[in-house]
């Protein structure tokens, strides 16, 4: 059994390569990567100020408004959210979205539609994706209340794939008592690694559940959930997770235990907490957010369809 995570593989199995050649080069995105997830660099990125670059068309509103954010994780971007936001639209019966493309020199473009109903759709893009949960949760701390600010709304939505998920939630939870930071509402999370990542922290069926659901093992960042839930007690989760159903008890990154663990966290003091396996080989990590059943789901969470 392989022993260590196979980024190689995990590269060639989730990203598309047409989509890669797009985005910058490998080492400069591992580069300012790094700078984000150290806060002494991490103030170089900072004095580089924020730009917004707006070529999208805002549609007035009357109503107080709702986004539903669309994230994806480490190695993601657009085609890991499309399907998902196609799903939206056309439960919504409209083709027009908000798309967000967001560096980590705080350069951020929009282009498509803020429709003026209750829920508009945003899919945010991270230029520089080759992040960690450090990185991830910086780009969110600055970016949310810079759209909140300019698109002008006080609660959102989230559908996170991957590690976008600990991601959203550890990021609504540190920036809960900030005034100027809007509030999550409802969270959708699919394949998230809450406890560790396989061959990353988490041996395949080494970590467990006891008689009440808590896991032997915590990591540190599982432990920062447990200790600050109840900053998140006004939100509504929906933890989707995977099974392909061999050895390894996984969808084939991430363990069922380090995807279920966040209940044990969350479910005993947040609004509302539901949970979903899907089983077989329409589990893989990779392969969920493609899936229609899955996509209804969240559409049915989220009081689309």
């Not at 490998?26 to 580089?48: D, N, W, Y």
């Not at 480490?74 to 890991?80: A, E, L, S, V, W």
């Not at 019966?93 to 967000?100: C, E, N, P």
Request: charged content about 20%; glycine content about 6%.
């Amino acid at each position: 059994m392989n022993m260590f995570f196979n980024q190689k593989k995990y590269r060639e199995e989730v990203e598309p390569k047409k989509w890669a050649q797009k985005m910058p080069s490998r080492r400069r995105m591992v580069t300012i990567g790094l700078m984000a997830s150290f806060p002494p660099t991490r103030l170089i990125l900072e004095a580089h100020g924020k730009r917004i670059l707006n070529e999208a068309t805002i549609e007035p509103s009357s109503t107080e408004q709702e986004p539903i954010l669309y994230l994806h994780g480490f190695r993601g971007g657009d085609y890991t959210t499309n399907c998902m936001v196609a799903s939206a639209l056309s439960a919504k019966g409209s083709r027009k979205f908000l798309k967000v493309v967001a560096d980590l020199w705080g350069n951020v473009k929009l282009t498509g539609t803020w429709t003026g109903d209750k829920h508009p759709i945003v899919q945010v893009v991270f230029k520089y994706r080759i992040v960690g949960t450090k990185g991830i949760c910086y780009y969110l701390r600055w970016l949310l209340p810079l759209l909140s600010s300019a698109l002008n709304f006080k609660k959102y939505d989230v559908v996170a794939h991957s590690l976008a998920a600990p991601c959203i939630v550890k990021t609504a939870m540190k920036m809960a008592n900030h005034r100027d930071f809007p509030q999550l509402d409802r969270c959708a999370m699919i394949a998230g690694p809450f406890d560790g990542v396989m061959y990353l922290g988490d041996i395949p069926n080494l970590n467990q559940f006891d008689i009440n659901g808590r896991p032997w093992l915590m990591s540190p960042y599982y432990l920062y959930f447990l200790c600050h839930r109840k900053r998140v007690s006004q939100t509504a989760f929906l933890n989707i997770y995977g099974n392909i159903l061999d050895e390894t008890n996984s969808d084939k990154f991430i363990s069922v235990v380090s995807a279920r663990s966040i209940r044990y966290a969350l479910a005993p003091v947040v609004r509302s907490f539901q949970e979903v396996e899907i089983s077989g080989p329409g589990a893989e990590h990779s392969d969920m957010h493609d899936s229609p059943f899955v996509n209804q789901l969240i559409n049915k969470f989220l009081g689309l369809s």
